[in-house]
């Protein structure tokens, strides 16, 4: 390993951001755009909106288990609780 290496921004893998956001970032209120579903109608991914600052930001993500059991959450038109990444507000997770 070369002494610059030390000093590189390694990728962070989704887990980890997710992990990361989930317990630091900060709160904001978000709305759900659209969602999709599985062939059982179970929602699986969701795509919210939310406003930081003024700006608007969009995003998507796929729902965890836990959030597929309570799916009615995340209809279009719901009001979502979004946590984000105060250097990057783009970067988010629905909670």
Not at 35 to 45: K, R, V
């Amino acid at each position: 390993m070369s002494f610059l290496d030390r000093f590189r921004h390694k990728q962070e893998d989704e887990t980890a951001r997710v992990a990361r956001i989930s317990k630091t970032g900060r709160i904001a209120d978000g709305v759900v755009l659209d969602a999709t579903s599985d062939s059982n109608g179970l929602i699986t991914q969701v795509c919210y909106s939310y406003t930081i600052a003024g700006v608007q930001y969009e995003s998507s993500q796929d729902l965890n288990r836990e959030q597929q059991k309570h799916d009615g959450d995340y209809s279009p038109g719901t009001s979502i609780t979004v946590r984000y990444d105060p250097k990057q507000p783009a970067n988010s997770v629905v909670i």
